[in-house]
């Protein structure tokens, strides 16, 4: 209902009363105006307004209360519908109304609408002002279009407005998540003054794009210049540390969000669980998640996947089924959690027990990462075939993840007939991915079928795919290391490699054999066992184990798979040396720790 007052003096008027007319008295136009900034607070009171215009003698194509419509209905969250059918009888809008549809366009769930928009506004011969480019933009970015972007880019600059803070802003925020994080980082270094939209921007978008260094440099910058990071950034700088699995320069974030009240930040603490649980430091992880105030479901799912990806499966299960008792509802993320920790525990029965759980009693329709999950489940449990056929069953189109997973399987299983099925259907979908030339040629390597070998890495040279080399990397006193097989570029490189022969020995004094079965080439075995100590986390471990006291835990990051032997030998070393050592390969965490491994051998 129209508050009682303003309803009486519109109705008790006598000069508002009759028929509709043309040209509406000042007065009218004063108090429905007047009506849209106080009253309307919801659609249905917008609307009753909207409706008590018509009804006193205010046309459809009034530009003054049509702007107040447009804006009210845009500032309500209404249907876009609603103000472009308001807007599309206006017979002059201003800037502003033009503005205020952009802007509606931008924070709706279909910005498409604004690039024919914003051309129909320049036909129209509005000039753009300063308020039009900010939500342009930002619509832009919504859309993923930097081609358009760039275009009003180049509009934004010869119109002499590139320049404004709130431009550039947007500008910074479209090319990041865009991509362009080079195009990102010149507009923000011709920025003069920066607020924290702008840093938080920059450091974001190198995050986002797999430029963790990059993210962490611009903060230490952003640091000197003594501006207060706030829980945005906290997000993106977390996000950088669990893109380079940097656990020490997590902690001090930690720190700082302790002492600058940031802690109760959600967005913020759920970064910070997901940094110490894909650093593998999880018990850390649920400390921060015992810790909040109430824990979401982003929260809960977090954690969830976690403890899956660091080895401890049955935990991921029992906090999964707490997670029901407290009430909350699964996402298809918790879900892909739940799956993933039943995969690598090798629980095939309970794996399509929660899978039918999730598609029956929650009626979350199976995602692509569903299905491969159930793929891997079945392959990791040496059900090749069983995974095959339930791959020509499922009701979507697999992709090259599912058929790479099913020719892993191929590999270790020694199933060359279904691997040679898997590949075709690669070549398909991704015929340039090196690691799939790695996998059928460590196939036929595996049955000593030399002469495939030789064509399948001809063929990859031929196509100039290049093989992702192996690395290892290791945090220390504030700083990355990397490592490489066989590498020799570290100053104490003598000292890492007399370290290296002295752990092989006595490893070997404890039973140590190397897995020679995992070199797939046809050299001599004592050429395998060398090729087998270079190994990239070898070095890494032997390096730590060099530099840091005794007792210190070892982290290392790895890009590939472990193979079979450093798994062998990081047990070994765990128990010998009294270290507990994580490593986290390319699909999971590996827990070592008097002389056993959280995987139970099963990854």
């Known amino acids: 209902m129209l508050p009682k007052q303003i309803h009486s003096s519109l109705t008790q008027n006598p000069k508002t009363t009759g028929f509709p007319s043309q040209t509406p008295l000042p007065f009218i136009l004063q108090k429905c105006i007047a009506l849209l900034q106080s009253c309307a607070s919801s659609n249905s009171k917008l609307k009753q307004i909207h409706a008590f215009s018509i009804r006193h003698g205010v046309p459809l194509s009034n530009p003054d209360v049509g702007k107040h419509l447009i804006f009210t209905s845009v500032s309500l969250s209404s249907p876009m519908s609603y103000a472009h059918q308001m807007f599309s009888q206006i017979k002059h809008p201003n800037v502003f109304t033009w503005n205020t549809m952009i802007r509606g366009y931008a924070e709706s ?94 450091i974001n978008g190198f995050s986002l794009n797999g430029r963790p260094n990059e993210a962490l440099t611009i903060f230490r910058e952003m ?132 899978f039918r759980v999730m598609k029956e009693e929650y009626g979350i329709v199976p995602r692509i990462e569903h299905y491969g999950c159930m793929v891997d489940l079945l392959a990791r ?47 398909q979908l991704e015929p340039r991915h090196s690691g799939d030339y790695v996998l059928i040629s460590n196939l036929y390597a595996s049955e000593r079928r030399w002469s495939d070998v030789q064509k399948a ?6 196509e100039g795919v290049k093989k992702t080399p192996g690395y290892s990397i290791v945090e220390l006193r504030n700083r ?45 075995e004592e050429e395998k066992e060398n090729a087998l100590s270079y190994h990239s986390e070898k070095i890494a471990i032997a390096f730590m184990l060099l530099i840091t006291a005794p007792g210190t835990p070892i982290r290392i990051w790895k890009n590939l798979r ?19 050592i994580v490593v986290r390969d390319r699909s999971r965490f590996h827990h070592f720790r008097d002389g056993s491994c959280s995987c139970s051998d099963y990854w």
């Open 457 to 462: 890495r001809r063929t990859m040279l031929s």
């Open 109 to 202: 769930q279909n910005p498409m609408p604004v690039i024919q928009l914003y051309r129909q506004m320049r036909v129209s011969c509005i000039e753009p002002d300063t308020h039009t480019y900010p939500f342009l933009l930002k619509a832009v970015a919504k859309l993923l279009d930097v081609r358009e972007g760039e275009m009003v880019h180049c509009i934004a600059l010869r119109n002499g407005l590139e320049s404004l803070v709130f431009v550039k802003n947007a500008l910074l925020h479209l090319y990041a998540v865009c991509g362009q994080v080079e195009s990102a980082h010149k507009v923000f270094e011709s920025m003069s003054g920066r607020d924290l939209v702008a840093w938080n921007s920059v």
């Open 223 to 354: 640091s000197l210049e003594g501006v207060v990071p706030d829980g945005f950034t906290m997000v993106s700088l977390l996000g950088a540390c669990a893109e380079l699995g940097a656990l020490a320069l997590g902690g001090r974030v930690h720190v700082y969000m302790v002492k600058a009240g940031l802690t109760r930040n959600a967005h913020a603490s759920n970064a910070l669980l997901d940094v110490y649980a894909k650093c593998g430091s999880i018990r850390e992880a649920q400390k921060v998640f015992g810790e909040m105030e109430e824990g979401s479901v982003v929260s809960w799912t977090a954690l969830v996947v976690g403890l899956a990806v660091n080895g401890f499966g049955r935990e991921a299960l029992e906090l999964f089924k707490e997670f029901k008792r407290e009430g909350l509802v699964p996402t298809e993320i918790t879900f892909v959690g739940v799956l993933y920790a039943c995969s690598h525990c090798g629980m095939v029965d309970e794996g399509f027990e929660y």
């Open 381 to 427: 449990a040496g059900k090749v075939k069983e995974a095959y056929e339930y791959i020509k069953d499922m009701p979507v189109q697999p992709n090259a993840v599912i058929w790479r997973t099913l020719l892993g399987a191929c590999t270790i299983h020694g199933q060359s007939a279904l691997g040679e099925i898997a590949r075709g259907h690669i070549l």
């Open 562 to 580: 472990v193979c079979a032997d450093c798994h062998l030998a990081f047990k070994l070393i765990s128990k010998v040396y009294d270290r507990a």
């Open 480 to 524: 990355v290391f990397e490592f490489t097989m066989g590498d020799r570029s570290h100053p104490l490189s003598d000292e890492i490699y007399a370290k290296l022969a002295e752990i092989t020995k006595v490893l070997k004094r404890e039973g140590y054999v190397p897995h020679t079965e995992n070199v797939l080439a046809d050299i001599e």
